[in-house]
């Protein structure tokens, strides 16, 4: 690349992108300059809206998965996929409280990072700041409709959202119930908006709005996340499929083992963070495997086993290298006999998709060597993996579990959807 290329300015997003997409981004774009000096009483009241308007319209929601689940089914959905998509009167409840929850929490914009005052007077703060206009793009995840729009609102961001064609109708009605409460609480119902209806020429151009679009975030599918990492010219904030791992060291107690490893797969395996791979140490293989392993058959759970595996556990079938890294999100596990701690960590780094990973283990030199050696967002000492949840974690809810190294890892609340920047304040200083 030459130096004239190097440093020739962005292209004009929108003398290629699509007049209606434009109008929506720019509509957002407006939202944002008012959300981004909303208070934090202002915001908290938006959010009370849409609470209430969750629980007042849950028929109208719910009628409109109803047609999403039942299509869903009639092409072949998954059952796992068919769980994400569906909503019930019990999830739309838990998503309020999660709202409701956010408001309570302490509203990130403004508070200030670090400062100082330099010798020739001038005073400097780093304060957080809403990124602007947050793109999403996610599959048969409804849920998330209503997680990203309560946290961007209370981070101060417009929202532009591409839910798919599984979940079309839902969200279609999801927006629309949050642009009410959000107009009658006095805030601007382009914080929150949809490009569903331009289907996936809408996602792809959403990658292209450089200028417009702020941060785009995906979540779904490996393909999906792996497509958005390298075709966006937005930036991108990377969210990571989960082939977790949990691994049974020489010293677990055997009741945490079943406990462990039964809620890790089975409370609910269409999700990221449910167990995918199982290891297990060698020396406590005969004591662990059976039981383990007959607790989740009992449950339904159908165990792809290497060699040593089903040597002890004659119902397990054979294990297959792409079962290392295949992301179930169904009653399915893989389980493998390793030597040691370290040829769990070795195949952990070869097969995790750096989500979540748990060491079930009494041994303390262990415990530090497997948190500070395992390269993973999350990683855990005697817990299920199903704790890596914004929830669970205290966020009220979630953008998503990032999988990279910049700026936000882990499950990303509030902070997360904010940038930084600094505040100079002078009385008349130049620089000599």
């Given at each position: 690349?030459?130096?004239?290329e190097?440093s020739?300015?962005v292209t004009?997003a929108?003398s290629?992108?699509?007049?209606?997409?434009?109008?929506?981004?720019?509509?957002?774009?407006?939202?944002?300059?008012?959300?981004?000096?909303?208070t934090?009483?202002?915001?908290n009241?938006?959010?009370?809206?849409i609470?209430?308007?969750?629980?007042?319209?849950?028929?109208?929601?719910?009628?409109?998965n109803?047609?999403?689940?039942?299509?869903?089914r009639?092409?072949?959905?998954?059952?796992g996929l068919?769980?994400?998509?569906?909503l019930?009167?019990?999830?739309?409840?838990a998503?309020a409280?999660?709202?409701?929850?956010?408001?309570?929490?302490v509203?990130?914009v403004?508070?200030?990072?670090?400062?100082?005052?330099?010798?020739?007077?001038?005073?400097?703060?780093?304060?957080?700041?809403?990124?602007?206009?947050?793109?999403?793009?996610?599959?048969?995840?409804?849920?998330?409709t209503?997680?990203?729009?309560?946290?961007?609102?209370?981070?101060?961001n417009?929202?532009?959202?591409r839910?798919?064609s599984?979940?079309?109708?839902?969200?279609r009605?999801?927006?629309?119930?949050i642009q009410d409460?959000?107009e009658?609480?006095?805030?601007p119902?382009?914080?929150?908006?949809?490009?569903?209806?331009?289907?996936?020429?809408?996602a792809?151009?959403?990658?292209?709005?450089?200028?417009?679009?702020?941060v785009?975030?995906?979540?779904g599918?490996?393909?999906?996340?792996?497509?958005?990492?390298?075709?966006?010219?937005?930036?991108?904030?990377?969210?990571?499929?989960?082939?977790?791992?949990v691994?049974?060291?020489?010293?677990?107690?055997?009741?945490?083992?079943?406990?462990?490893?039964?809620?890790?797969?089975?409370?609910r395996?269409?999700?990221?963070n449910?167990?995918?791979?199982?290891?297990?140490?060698?020396?406590?293989?005969?004591?662990?495997?059976?039981?383990?392993?007959?607790?989740l058959?009992?449950?339904?759970?159908?165990?792809?086993?290497?060699?040593?595996?089903?040597?002890?556990?004659a119902?397990?079938?054979?294990?297959?290298?792409?079962?290392?890294?295949?992301?179930?999100?169904?009653?399915?596990?893989?389980?493998r006999?390793?030597?040691?701690l370290?040829?769990?960590?070795d195949?952990?780094?070869?097969?995790?998709t750096?989500?979540?990973?748990?060491?079930?283990?009494?041994d303390?030199?262990?415990?530090?060597?497997?948190?500070?050696?395992v390269d993973s967002?999350?990683?855990?000492?005697?817990?299920?993996?199903?704790?890596t949840?914004?929830?669970?974690?205290?966020?009220?809810?979630?953008?998503?579990?990032?999988?990279?190294?910049?700026h936000?890892?882990?499950?990303?609340?509030?902070?997360?959807?904010?940038?930084?920047?600094?505040?100079?304040?002078?009385?008349?200083?130049?620089?000599?």
């Amino acid at each position: 690349m030459s130096l004239s290329e190097a440093s020739a300015p962005v292209t004009d997003a929108s003398s290629t992108l699509n007049p209606a997409l434009v109008a929506t981004l720019e509509a957002a774009r407006g939202a944002a300059r008012t959300l981004s000096t909303a208070t934090a009483d202002v915001k908290n009241r938006g959010l009370a809206a849409i609470a209430a308007a969750v629980r007042a319209q849950a028929p109208r929601i719910i009628a409109a998965n109803d047609l999403d689940i039942a299509r869903g089914r009639d092409t072949g959905m998954s059952q796992g996929l068919q769980d994400r998509l569906r909503l019930d009167e019990k999830r739309l409840e838990a998503l309020a409280q999660a709202t409701e929850l956010i408001a309570t929490l302490v509203d990130p914009v403004g508070e200030a990072l670090r400062g100082k005052i330099l010798p020739n007077g001038l005073q400097l703060t780093q304060v957080r700041v809403p990124f602007g206009v947050v793109g999403a793009i996610y599959e048969a995840r409804p849920n998330v409709t209503i997680d990203i729009a309560s946290l961007a609102l209370k981070s101060g961001n417009a929202v532009v959202l591409r839910g798919g064609s599984a979940a079309e109708q839902t969200n279609r009605v999801l927006v629309d119930v949050i642009q009410d409460a959000l107009e009658s609480a006095g805030l601007p119902r382009q914080s929150v908006q949809t490009i569903d209806e331009l289907g996936r020429a809408g996602a792809t151009e959403l990658m292209r709005a450089r200028g417009y679009v702020d941060v785009l975030i995906p979540r779904g599918s490996a393909q999906l996340i792996e497509t958005v990492v390298a075709e966006s010219k937005v930036p991108v904030i990377e969210t990571g499929a989960g082939v977790v791992h949990v691994f049974l060291d020489e010293s677990a107690d055997a009741q945490w083992a079943v406990d462990i490893v039964h809620n890790a797969k089975v409370q609910r395996p269409s999700v990221c963070n449910a167990l995918e791979t199982l290891l297990v140490h060698e020396a406590a293989a005969e004591r662990l495997l059976p039981q383990v392993l007959s607790d989740l058959r009992d449950a339904g759970v159908t165990i792809h086993g290497d060699e040593r595996t089903r040597a002890l556990f004659a119902d397990a079938v054979p294990a297959t290298d792409d079962d290392w890294a295949t992301e179930y999100m169904s009653l399915d596990l893989s389980v493998r006999v390793v030597d040691g701690l370290d040829a769990a960590m070795d195949h952990i780094a070869r097969y995790s998709t750096h989500h979540t990973e748990s060491i079930i283990t009494n041994d303390l030199r262990n415990t530090e060597r497997f948190l500070a050696e395992v390269d993973s967002a999350v990683v855990m000492v005697n817990a299920s993996t199903r704790f890596t949840d914004g929830g669970e974690f205290g966020f009220g809810a979630e953008v998503g579990i990032s999988t990279q190294k910049l700026h936000a890892r882990g499950p990303m609340g509030l902070p997360e959807l904010t940038s930084s920047k600094w505040v100079v304040r002078g009385a008349g200083q130049v620089r000599g």
